[in-house]
């Protein structure tokens, strides 16, 4: 069921914000030249809030360790193995609403 998180106006392409959906802590991002997407927003490495991530309009870093994924597909960028889990989004009459169905956080093993 997608539930409403947000204005659509409240992201900017080139830009992310994180919001919560149904207790999930997600990044939502607008990857430059891409379409608004989401992904869990806690690092697979240790379980951080990702709200102090960079993002550079395709590549987000965790502060921590700097792990990285291109937010066009959650895919990591560096060698680390983890990808963000994704979670399915729509945007109608300028609201964003997101679907946490399903979808858990991905993490790497302890
Ligand atoms: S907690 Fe994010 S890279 Fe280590």
């Not at 891409?34 to 102090?52: D, K, M, W, Y």
């Not at 895919?75 to 399903?102: C, H």
Request: net charge negative; glycine share 8%; charged share 20%.
């Amino acid at each position: 069921m997608f539930t409403r998180v947000c204005k659509s106006e409240t992201i900017a392409e080139g830009g992310m914000r994180l919001v919560i959906a149904d207790t999930h802590l997600i990044v939502l991002a607008w990857p430059d030249n891409g379409e608004i997407r989401a992904f869990q927003g806690v690092c697979p490495h240790s379980a951080t809030a990702l709200n102090e991530a960079s993002f550079d309009g395709t590549v987000l870093t965790c502060p921590l360790h700097f792990w990285t994924w291109d937010l066009n597909s959650g895919a990591p960028v560096e060698p680390q193995e983890s990808p963000l889990a994704e979670y399915p989004v729509k945007i109608e009459d300028g609201v964003v609403y997101i679907d946490t169905e399903g979808v858990s956080p991905l993490f790497v093993d302890p």
